[in-house]
């Protein structure tokens, strides 16, 4: 916000300069004994056709904008939002137990939801609705009482599969709806590191190999520096696998199945459902 006086800009290069002879009066300030002018050598003339006058001048400028002091934005009282929060854990709560284990996102523009597990580390600042409930949104509900995050919708894996097919499925955390299947990614054995482990192996077709539990790099002193391992055991849980540091090995989606499962133990403790 800011008040606007007459702007014809903020540039002091707008500035003119004004001269008037003037005598010094009482101390407190300056007494003009000619009209202030932009005429220089008219102002001197005044000065020099008094006695003990001297020339002075003042910059004189355009109006200008200037930014208006603005108070503090108004917060919803913590009472307020806590209550609102409240009642949308209730409706997270209320999903849980009725099975929910699919979450639809951007409920509002039809052509962007996305299909996700409700484990998807994606999302998380909207199912911690003190997280969702950011200040931004604090401070609209001073003014509109009916804004909200936006809050998905809560689907049955058998209700997702009847009823949501079309609708983008999560590149995360691959909710396997519809017949899709998740992603294959192919690296360097060398490339392998510990964001891997609880990721399933898998050939080049997709067949699942077992879930990694352990990644082991062999490399010669020799050749450390400059080629990285040579060779690299692949534990998983069905056996060892012995590859080349250069051999290229396939794993199976982006996020392990712990990871995804300790999410939502996370959520229906924080809600207090079993
Ligand atoms: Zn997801």
């Known amino acids: 916000m800011s008040i606007t006086v007459e702007d014809t800009g903020f540039n002091t290069m707008d500035a003119t300069t004004e001269w008037a002879a003037a005598v010094h009066f009482d101390g407190t300030g300056w007494d003009l004994i000619s009209e202030p002018t932009t005429d220089r050598a008219a102002a001197l003339d ?21 930014p208006e002091l603005r108070p503090p934005r108004l917060l919803a009282s913590d009472d307020t939002v806590n209550g609102i929060i409240a009642e949308e854990d209730n409706v997270i709560r209320g999903a849980l137990n009725r099975g929910a ?11 962007e939801r996305v299909l996700h597990r409700i484990g998807c580390p994606s999302l998380t600042p909207l199912l911690d609705r003190s997280k969702a409930w950011t200040t931004w949104f604090r401070e609209r509900l001073v003014e509109d009482h009916t804004i909200r995050p936006s809050m998905p919708d809560f689907h049955t894996r058998d209700d997702a599969e009847a009823r949501l097919a079309g609708i983008r499925q999560c590149t995360t955390c691959e909710p396997e709806l519809h017949g899709a299947t998740r992603s294959i990614r192919s690296l360097r054995a060398g490339g392998l590191a510990e964001r891997h482990l609880g990721l399933t192996l898998a050939t080049e077709g997709g067949t699942p190999l077992g879930t990694i539990t352990d990644i082991r790099s062999h490399t010669s002193a020799a050749k450390q520096q400059r080629w990285g391992a040579e060779h690299v055991t692949i534990t998983t849980d069905a056996g060892p696998h012995e590859v080349a540091g250069t051999d290229r090995v396939h794993i199976l989606g982006n996020v392990s199945e712990t990871n995804l499962t300790t999410r939502e133990a996370a959520l229906r403790q924080r809600l207090g459902v079993a």
């Not at 020099?48 to 200008?64: A, G, H, K, M, P």
């Open 46 to 66: 005044a000065v020099q056709s008094t006695t003990d006058s001297v020339l002075i001048s003042r910059e004189v400028t355009s109006w200008q904008t200037v």
């Open 101 to 111: 284990t699919i979450v639809v996102t951007k409920t509002h523009k039809p052509a």
